[in-house]
């Protein structure tokens, strides 16, 4: 069974750095792309970027492009999603999913889908 | 600012058949790119419906079905119950950025 298990909610600063999460389990991580998408307080769903686990190679959405990074460890079969310095406006619940991109279709979709993390930005 | 517009809100009875579009442009979905539609159940994570176009993951009830017709596209959804009153979102990809895996702006579906 495909899993993907998000780390729990944080509380942080302005200012203040952030790491989560995103453990695959279930299939071979290598072999799929993995993204993240926001999604703000009673907003819709946007795309920030994607990572290929196998060899890291990473895209970003240009709306996000500089103000995260994305990175795996192949390792241990997670990704990751990583803020410098966070603002209020980073405010939201992430989520992480398995990327499938079948070329000879032209298919890129989002299959399977973390649980979410939430971050909330406060001063 | 998406650029796969829905609307905001759909409604119907249970039983009836609801449908809602997608609208997008000659950079995405008119340039023949797939679309894909995703389900968000109040207070879960999104889960994929649909996928090019009118493909159904194991699981997804048949009362589910897609479409796609020239820049726009369709989800419907017959034999409506109280259990698929939730947001919806359609997918697909835009030519116009580099590497954008656009995402609708939703559509809330209010079981009456």
């Known amino acids: 069974e495909v899993q993907l298990v998000q780390s729990g909610a944080e509380v942080k600063k302005p200012g203040e750095s952030l790491k989560i999460s995103c453990k695959g389990s279930?299939?071979?991580?290598?072999?799929?792309?993995i993204g993240w998408v926001r999604q703000m307080p009673g907003k819709g769903l946007e795309w920030m970027g994607i990572?290929?686990?196998?060899?890291?190679?990473?895209r970003y959405s240009p709306s996000f492009q500089g103000q995260v990074t994305i990175s795996a460890d192949k390792s241990i079969s997670t990704a990751y999603l990583q803020w410098s310095s966070l603002k209020a406006s980073d405010t939201a619940m992430y989520y992480c999913?398995?990327?499938?991109?079948?070329?000879?279709?032209?298919?890129?979709?989002?299959?399977?889908w973390g649980q979410g993390t939430l971050v909330t930005v406060s001063s | 600012q998406s650029v796969l517009t829905q609307p905001p809100s759909v409604s119907g009875a249970p039983g009836q058949r609801v449908t809602i579009s997608c609208t997008g442009s000659?950079?995405?979905?008119?340039?023949?790119?797939?679309v894909h539609w995703y389900q968000q159940l109040p207070g879960t994570a999104p889960k994929l419906l649909i996928y090019?176009?009118?493909n159904r993951p194991s699981g997804v009830p048949d009362r589910f079905s897609g479409s796609k017709s020239g820049t726009s596209a369709s989800l419907a959804i017959t034999g409506l119950q109280a259990e698929d009153e939730a947001d919806y979102y359609c997918?697909?990809?835009?030519?116009?950025?580099?590497?954008?895996?656009?995402f609708g702006t939703g559509t809330k579906v209010t079981v009456l």
């Open positions: 997918q697909s990809y835009d030519s116009s950025l580099s590497d954008n895996y656009v």
């Open positions: 090019g176009n009118s």
């Open positions: 990572i290929y686990p196998g060899d890291s190679d990473t």
């Open positions: 999913a398995r990327f499938r991109a079948e070329y000879s279709s032209g298919w890129y979709y989002f299959d399977y």
């Open positions: 279930g299939y071979s991580f290598t072999s799929y792309w």
């Open positions: 000659s950079s995405n979905i008119g340039a023949g790119y797939d």
